[in-house]
Antibody, heavy 122, light 107 residues
Framework: EVQLVESGGGLVQPGGSLRLSCAASGFTFDNYPMNWVRHPPGKGPEWVSLITATGAGTHYRHSVRGRFIISRDNSKNKLYLQMNSLRVEDTAVYYC???????????????WGQGTLVTVSS | DIQMTQSPSTLYASIGDRVTITCRASQSVNSWLAWYQQKPGKAPKLLIYKASNLEGGVSSRFSGSGSGTEFTLTISSLQPEDLAIYYCQQFNTFPLTFGGGTKVEIK
C-alpha cells in the first residue's frame, strides 16, 4: 500500500522558516515525480512545487519561487520542502502527493498524504 | 497561468439524481485534466485522470468527459457517500492549477 506521511508543520512568525518532510513507502520512490500541494483555509487547493523522479528538475508556483526549495533523498524515500521568508498567506495544510505515472511531469496526483498544518502568524 | 473555473460552486441534489459538474479552462489543456473528491478532514482523492479515465477502485457512477477547455464530471446516481467537494485540476502547463471546487449537498 502506498503511504505518504508528512511532518514538520507548526506555528511560525512571518519571515520565519520551516522544513516539511514526507516519508514515502509502498512504491519505488525514485521512479516517480513528487509534489507539494497546499490548501489554504476557505480556498481551493494550490499546487506549490514539483520535483522530477531523479531530483534533477524542479518547478514552483510564482508566489513561492525564491523562497521555497523542494528536494528529495531517494536513498531514504523522503521528500522535503524548505520554506523560508514565510508570509501570512502561506498559511495552509500542506500535502505531499505522488505523481500517478512514472517518469513524467504530466501526471495527476495520486495519492496524497494526510497533510501537515502550517500557520504563519505573529 | 491557466485559470480553471468550476460551476456551480454549490450543487443541491437528491439521492439517485444524475449530477453534472462543469470545469472550464482559460486556454486549452488538451486532455490533461483530473478530478478529485475531498471529504471533510481528508486529503483529496483522485477520481478521474486524463479527462475520462476512471481511477482504479473508484465507483463506475463517476465519469469524466471533455477536452481542450470544457470538461464535465458526472455522477450517474448520487449516493450519500458522494457528499463532498469536487475539484478539477489541469496538469498540462506549469503552474499546475485547480478549480475553486463544487460542493455537493443533499437537497
Amino acid at each position: 500500500e502506498v503511504q505518504l506521511v508528512e511532518s514538520g508543520g507548526g506555528l511560525v512568525q512571518p519571515g520565519g522558516s520551516l522544513r516539511l518532510s514526507c516519508a514515502a513507502s509502498g512504491f519505488t520512490f525514485d521512479n516517480y515525480p513528487m509534489n507539494w500541494v497546499r490548501h489554504p483555509p476557505g480556498k481551493g487547493p494550490e499546487w506549490v512545487s514539483l520535483i522530477t523522479a531523479t531530483g534533477a528538475g524542479t518547478h514552483y508556483r510564482h508566489s513561492v519561487r525564491g523562497r521555497f526549495i523542494i528536494s528529495r533523498d531517494n536513498s531514504k524515500n523522503k521528500l522535503y520542502l524548505q520554506m523560508n521568508s514565510l508570509r501570512v498567506e502561506d498559511t495552509a495544510v500542506y500535502y505531499c502527493a505522488k505523481g500517478k505515472e512514472e517518469s513524467t511531469m504530466r501526471s495527476a496526483f495520486d495519492p496524497w498524504g494526510q497533510g501537515t498544518l502550517v500557520t504563519v502568524s505573529s | 497561468d491557466i485559470q480553471m473555473t468550476q460551476s456551480p460552486s454549490t450543487l443541491y441534489a437528491s439521492i439517485g439524481d444524475r449530477v453534472t459538474i462543469t470545469c472550464r479552462a482559460s486556454q486549452s489543456v488538451n486532455s490533461w485534466l483530473a478530478w478529485y473528491q475531498q471529504k471533510p478532514g481528508k486529503a483529496p482523492k483522485l477520481l478521474i485522470y486524463k479527462a475520462s479515465n476512471l481511477e482504479g477502485g473508484v465507483s463506475s457512477r463517476f465519469s469524466g468527459s471533455g477536452s481542450g477547455t470544457e470538461f464535465t464530471l458526472t455522477i450517474s446516481s448520487l449516493q450519500p457517500e458522494d457528499l463532498a467537494i469536487y475539484y478539477c485540476q489541469q496538469f498540462n502547463t506549469f503552474p499546475l492549477t485547480f478549480g475553486g471546487g463544487t460542493k455537493v449537498e443533499i437537497k
